[in-house]
């Protein structure tokens, strides 16, 4: 109690400075920001069409604009982090593994909570935002980001502790691990920590910016009071569905164990490379459920009658982290900062539970690149549309969806199916809140401090009715934006391996041992990937060293399961999105019109 007591005395200290000296400009017009990133969340939540039981997010959703084809730069926490909250892909952070800061290791970039803080907001992090340790200079990116030192919750230090009990009632480090949270040390989980702590940082802001209003307590209009206050930026970082699937046992019965489906590809697909195999070694070796099943390393595959079981655990913490969303997202109203609140919700990554034998991140794979984006703008978002694309969507849940044809629950709100990235968050959120927009990098970035390798999709929320309308539906019925000819025509992720055949590095491999970089893309039709030599000293790939291609056809092959790269009928495709994927990034940016 004594760290949120302190934070709670620097917040106060830092918002007095901030109201003297903001008594005089605009900031009480600008918007603030409720930023909500959750770690390993895949694209199966209920407004996704499941079998994710997420009420509270779906709720969200209902109001929101809900992205259907959100992509990742890198599917592991540390590069993706670092991409979308610097606004560069791992090539310009430097970064695919967990050792190195890319402040002193490729250039000092403005983050994205920096360039809120420097144009008047004040800025916080609860819970993990950046990626703890070095990959963030050791004290997440404080001071340059945050008004106050970040915030952990101290029982994350317990996350590989025997406290998981077996059927016998003796303790184990396991992957599965629902629990009594008074049995806990400290009584507690690291996110009811991150909860209470953000919590109070929105009670403590609205007291401070309202002291004549009673704690927690909105206005009588339901609206905080504009009288020359500072906005926030509060970025909050959920910990689960991240292994181990620590949570509270009463989430387990959501889930009936007969009522779990299991992948319907739950083996290797025979055309797959090895290079693009992920053998989950740090899980199968140092989580004990898992390790007792005595999987051969690396092809061997854990037993089926374990994937249900496995599932109903990843299931029930990600609807643990669902209930501490609702509540943030109540506090948030009662504190009366919901009515200027932007609020963006999505995953650091996906995650692979079974499918393709493999239980994971670390791949090219779509279910590890595809994550969920709900943007809310009050105002907005939550004014009354034309019925979204419901086709889209359908398609694009098809390959999630794991208990037959569930619809989607954000059938109120505005369905975005535009590829988007992450890396697009900087610029967006930017543009949203009504200051400095960074513009595109320079193809050499590294002495460029403020820049974004993403691109601004404000555009794709405004409003589709009104005078001001700069969005229709086409014959496609797509939506398309006057402003663009054409809007970006695809996304680009990558993975690190330390080699062709997969061995005890292969999930995260040291940046000295890379050798082989996938390269991946993802267009509205294909998913493409090329895996090429690469040079850790210079941060290069050998374009003529392919070690291994692969081409899935997103319309016939939602599960990614028949890779058709070496299929004669496609080598002219194979040969047009060979050349795109080496072009990159920049090529694939939104066209004006």
Known sequence: MLIVEEIMKNIVAILCVLLHVSSNSALSEKPNVLFIVIDDLRASLGCYGGPIISPNIDQLASKSALFTNTMVQQAVCGPSRTSFLTGRRPDTTRLYDFGSYWRTHAGNYTTLPQHFKENGYFTASVGKVFHPGIASGGNDDYPYSWSVPAYHPPTQQYQANKLCPNLDGTLHNNVICPVKVSDMPQKSLPDIQSLEVSSSILKNLSVALHPTHKQGKPTETGQSSPDMQPPFFLAVGFHKPHIPWKYPEEFKSLYPIESVSIATNPYRPPTQPDVAYE??????????????????????????????????????????????????????????????????????????????????????????TRVPLIVHIPGVTDKPRSSPIKNELQNSLKMNQSQGNVKSSADSGMVVTELVELVDLFPTLSELAGITVPPVCPPEPFNVTLCSEGYSFAPLLEPVQGSNTILQKDGMEKLTSKRYSRWKNATFSQYPRPGVTPNYETDLPSLVDITIMG?????????????????????????????????????????????????????????QLSYQLQMGWRESLPVPA
Not at 290 to 296: K, L, Y
Not at 307 to 328: F, I, N, T
Not at 534 to 559: H, I, R, S
Request: overall charge negative; some cysteine; proline content about 3%.
């Open 279 to 368: 053998d989950y070694y740090n899980m199968r070796t140092y989580r004990e459920d898992v390790a007792a099943m005595n999987t051969s390393f690396p092809f061997g595959t854990i037993p089926l009658q374990f994937h249900a079981p496995m599932r109903q655990s990843y299931y029930a913490a990600a609807s643990y982290m669902d209930s501490m969303v609702g509540k943030l997202l109540q506090t948030l109203n009662e504190t009366g900062f919901s009515n200027n609140t932007i609020v963006v919700l999505f995953g650091d990554h996906g995650w692979q539970l079974g499918e393709h034998a493999e239980w994971c991140k670390y791949s090219n794979y779509e279910l590890a």
């Open 519 to 575: 390269y991946s893309m993802r267009t509205k039709d294909h998913h493409y990937t090329e895996w090429i030599g690469f040079n850790p000293k210079t941060f290069q790939g050998n374009w003529t060293d392919v070690k291994a291609t692969e081409l899935y056809m997103n319309g016939l092959d939602y599960d990614q399961n028949q890779n058709v790269a070496a299929d004669p009928q496609f080598k002219d495709i194979v040969k």
